[in-house]
């Protein structure tokens, strides 16, 4: 295992779009558990293959406290079931330091693949249902600043670079 570089706003690598994976094999679970120890080593609760440079369609979460609930989706789709948004205070591995708040529908259902190549579905609210939608984001080329106004984004810009 080996603990990836993340990629730090504004790297124009975090805009590029993921492909799907074709099949599970070796090289995925590898991928998989580097993802998962670069996580847990930055202190965050999902990521994006995306943010490790790594462009194919894989997400790695954990959201419990004590590390028990590890996650893996694989080409992960989402349709809403509820439009209702709920405000979140959202942060990002590659944007540390910088919490906003998002407005996000709060009940999805997920479709995606596990570690195994086996496909999955998976009912989201809450916490879960905000994660798999910004870190689908990720695999898209979308950062949570971009649901920002202009200034504040140009703001967070700025304080970016500077570090
Ligand atoms: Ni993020």
């Given at each position: 295992m080996a603990i990836l570089p993340i990629l730090k706003y504004p790297d124009p690598r975090l805009r590029n779009k993921a492909r799907e994976v074709q099949t599970v094999n070796k090289k995925t679970q590898s991928l998989i558990d580097d993802m998962f120890e670069t996580m847990i080593d930055a202190k965050g609760i999902g990521l994006a293959a995306t943010q490790v440079d790594v462009h194919k369609r894989v997400i790695v979460m954990d959201l419990s406290e004590d590390r028990s609930d590890p996650r893996v989706f694989i080409n992960p789709s989402i349709e809403v079931l509820d439009e209702t948004t709920q405000p979140y205070d959202e942060g990002c591995l590659s944007i540390p330091g910088v919490y906003?708040?998002?407005?996000?529908?709060?009940?999805?259902?997920?479709?995606?693949t596990d570690r195994n190549g086996d496909i999955f579905n998976?009912?989201?609210?809450?916490?879960?249902?905000?994660?798999?939608?910004?870190?689908?984001?990720?695999?898209?080329?979308?950062?949570?600043?971009?649901?920002?106004?202009?200034?504040?984004?140009?703001l967070i810009r700025k304080k970016m670079k500077k570090i």
């Open positions: 906003e708040t998002v407005e996000r529908p709060n009940h999805v259902m997920i479709t995606a998976e009912e989201a609210t809450g916490l879960l249902a905000v994660c798999i939608q910004h870190e689908i984001d990720h695999l898209d080329g979308k950062l949570f600043v971009d649901y920002l106004s202009n200034l504040k984004r140009q």
